[in-house]
C-alpha cells in the first residue's frame, strides 16, 4: 500500500549549499543594508536580511514566482537555511515578499548596485591589471501583468530585456532591469558610466589611488 504522509519533507538539499555560498559572500546582509525599512521595529517577525535570503534562495532553487513561498515557507530545507529547525517558525510568507520586492525606491537601487559592484571587487584576491566588461541585453519572459511589461515582436512574447554585464572571466557584475526593447546606445552609455564609477569608487576607497584598465565589448 502507497502512502503519502512521510512527514515534513523537502526535495531541495541543494539549497543548504547555495546557503553557506551565501553566507560567506554576505549578500543578503549587503543588500538589507541599502535599505530603510518602515515597519515598526516591536511589531517585526522577518528581518529584511532574512526575507532577502529566502527570495534569493528560491530563486537559485528554480522558484522565481513569489507565490511559491506559499509552501516553500514550510519547506524544512529552506528553514534550515535560515537557522530555523524544521519544527520551527514558518518563513516569511508571498505577500511579506511581495511587499519586500516593492520597497526599494531608485536610490535605494542605486545603493543596492554598488553593493553588487563593491562584491564583484571584492571577488578578487589582489586589483588586476586589467578587466574587460562584456554588456548585452537578454529577454526575460513574463506571463502576467507586471508594470512595464512589453510585447517583443522578435521573442513574440511579453517581458522585459535587462542589461547583464559580465567580465571577461565569467563574473557577474551588474544587471538592469528595462521594459522589452533594445536598449540605445544612450541608455548604455549612461548605465556603463556609473558602473565605472563604482568600481573606481571602490578601487579609491581601499586606499588604491589608481585601479585597472577598465575595457568594453
Known amino acids: 500500500m502507497a502512502r503519502f ?87 516569511a510568507s508571498q505577500p511579506t515578499l511581495s511587499r519586500l520586492e516593492n520597497l526599494p525606491d531608485p536610490r535605494a537601487l542605486l545603493r543596492m548596485g554598488r553593493a553588487m559592484v563593491d562584491l564583484y571587487c ?38 522585459f530585456q535587462p542589461i547583464v554585464v559580465f567580465d571577461g572571466d565569467g563574473r557577474f557584475v551588474a544587471a538592469v532591469l528595462r521594459p522589452a526593447k533594445r536598449p540605445s546606445g544612450v541608455k548604455i552609455r549612461a548605465h556603463l558610466r556609473r558602473l565605472l564609477r563604482a568600481i573606481r569608487a571602490n578601487w579609491l576607497s581601499n586606499g588604491l589611488e589608481k585601479g585597472p584598465q577598465i575595457g568594453a565589448e
Open 5 to 91: 504522509d512521510g512527514g515534513s519533507l523537502s526535495s531541495d538539499s541543494g539549497v543548504l549549499v547555495l546557503r553557506e555560498v551565501e553566507k560567506r559572500l554576505g549578500v543578503a546582509d549587503r543588500l538589507a543594508g541599502c535599505l530603510d525599512d518602515p515597519r515598526n521595529p516591536d511589531l517585526i517577525v522577518h528581518g529584511l536580511a532574512d526575507m532577502i535570503r529566502f527570495r534569493m534562495l528560491m530563486i537559485a532553487a528554480g522558484y522565481e514566482d513569489a507565490n511559491d513561498a506559499a509552501a516553500l515557507r514550510h519547506d524544512p530545507v529552506f528553514k534550515m537555511a535560515q537557522g530555523t529547525l524544521p519544527s520551527g517558525r514558518d518563513l
Open 122 to 159: 571584492a571577488s578578487f584576491a589582489k586589483v588586476p591589471k586589467q578587466i574587460v566588461l562584456d554588456i548585452d541585453d537578454t529577454f526575460d519572459a513574463v506571463h502576467g501583468g507586471q508594470q512595464l511589461r512589453l510585447f517583443n515582436g522578435h521573442h513574440d512574447n511579453y517581458g
